[in-house]
């Protein structure tokens, strides 16, 4: 069965920083397959938004208002074990390794100054199963022919 050519896939960004929050909301509104369903700036409406609006991803900075980088992932791969996380960060990814974010419970991890193209790679990426970590010049999952 082929899926709805209007369905789109559903995504929530958590960043404290505004500018951030449209930027992204620009880059995915210039799709065809992707919709920003809710965007916040606090972890507790984060919490609040994943429950509401079940979204099929989640762009949230690692260093979101009101919580702790890997404790806030933590805490909602503990409510949606099965939804993926981009993190996406001012911080270099040496001071998060892929390492460490993959056992958080992140998918993936591109930095703010990524290109919109970068970022939409990563976002597609990951919302076919794979997994996205910038700094490691790789990727891991489930998309046949893919190639960094």
């Known amino acids: 069965m082929l899926p709805d ?9 958590a960043d ?18 992707m919709t920003v369903i809710d965007d916040v700036s606090q972890k507790k409406d984060a919490l609040k938004a994943i429950n509401r609006e079940d979204p099929d991803l989640l762009i949230m900075d690692i260093a979101i208002q009101d ?12 409510i949606k074990p099965g939804m993926p996380i981009l993190i ?3 911080y ?6 892929a ?17 919109s193209s970068e970022l939409l790679q990563a976002v597609r990426h990951i919302l ?7 700094a490691e010049k ?9 190639h960094l």
């Open 5 to 13: 050519k209007d369905w789109k896939s559903r995504i929530l960004i």
């Open 16 to 33: 404290d920083q505004i500018i951030f929050r449209e930027r992204i909301k620009r880059i995915i509104s210039e799709t065809t397959d």
């Open 67 to 78: 919580g702790n980088g890997l404790e806030t992932l933590r805490e909602i791969k503990e």
């Open 88 to 90: 996406l960060s001012l």
């Open 92 to 97: 270099p990814e040496e001071q998060y390794p």
């Open 99 to 115: 390492n460490i974010l993959k056992e958080a419970g992140a998918t993936g991890y591109v930095a703010k100054e990524t290109a």
């Open 128 to 134: 076919q199963g794979g997994m996205y970590f910038a």
């Open 138 to 146: 790789s990727v891991i999952g489930s998309g046949v022919g893919w």
